[in-house]
């Protein structure tokens, strides 16, 4: 197979080129298109031997569902139903970088909600996606645009490089907005089970109420079952070990000079324009030959932090250091979210000092 790839404006989405990627929708092929989250790699959700394909060339567990993309709350009600209490408010939200858990009408591929009972929705606020949808004429099952475990696809050449020649059709349409997911509340208890790009203080203001904020999406542990994408499974990770730093921001740069001492090993530092700045200027010219910076952005920008984050992940494999330190955010608006992605995509493997970074090293 060859992967066409179709570059479509995404102000302007040129109708041609849409119907092309429509078509291979429609004939049960894998089309990967630009959401405002990230690329999602997408299969017609009615069609079971499609979606089985997705699961495929992900290496995705199988009951790990798929998030159903739709392009109007009509499309979303004829596979799902939305409690009446929230439909006012989810029409108004929509298109939105946020998906409802809702039970499922069981008209959809069991393969593509994993035999549940519930069904993910969501409607991407992107043009291209929402044109793709509508020509299909169909919802398109769709989970991010990654090898299972790997960061998320946010440009058109991170699905190729995950995915030349597995899929039919790739449409580019330039880097992903937010730059990562969306975020998951589950509506039957209207809890927040996966942070993203769509904030909990977001979610007050038009809900009237904080969601209940699960483990899960604070990333802090695993769900039993999957009822949505990025709650079961290790996710995000870059082949490279990450290591997150969770003590003192002031004592970081110090921190970071201890490991050039403990380790001879080259390896990367992931984390704010300002921190980086900081410990380059702490390290000595031969501490610094040892650490590859790679910036995420400002401090202050947490939207520029997340919109960089799987980008730079993804690049940090191409650097071919040992091992990777990256930086802690502050948990409040995306900030959340990247805090999610950076504890799955580190395994875990927190540190605060100088010890505890040193007994990870004797391990990776």
Known sequence: MKTILLKI???????KKIE?????????????????????????????EACRRIYKVKNRN???????????????????????MYRNVIKRLWPAPITFILKSKKILSEVAVAKLDTIAVRMPA???????????????AAPSANVSTMPSATKAEHALQYFRDKVDVIIDSGPAQNGIESTIIDLRRFALVRAGAFSVEEIAKHFGRMPKITPEALGNKNAKIAISPGTKYKHYAPETPLLLYSGALSRL????????????RRFAFVGSVEMCDKI???????????????????????REI?????????????????????????QRGVGLAIMNRLRKASGHRYFSDAGQLEAYLKLI
């Open 62 to 84: 199988v009951d790990n569902p798929l998030i159903i993309h739709v392009s109007s709350i009509e499309m979303a009600e004829k596979i799902a139903y939305i409690p009446e």
């Open 306 to 330: 997340a919109h960089n984050l799987f980008d730079r992940l993804i690049f940090l494999d191409s650097t071919k250091v040992s091992f990777a330190i990256v930086e802690s955010f502050p």
């Open 280 to 302: 380059r200027n702490k390290l000595s010219a031969r501490q610094n030959k040892n650490v590859r910076f790679i910036a995420l952005g400002n401090r202050r920008n947490l």
């Open 20 to 48: 092309v990627a429509a078509k291979a929708i429609r004939a049960g092929k894998l089309v990967v298109f630009p959401t405002e989250t990230v690329y999602g790699i997408g299969a017609n959700a009615f069609d079971s």
């Open 253 to 264: 740069p110090y921190v970071i000079m201890a490991a050039t001492e403990k380790s001879k």
């Open 9 to 15: 404006n995404r102000n302007r989405p040129e109708s």
């Open 126 to 140: 992107h043009k291209v996606a929402l044109r793709l949808i509508n020509k299909a004429g169909v919802p398109i």
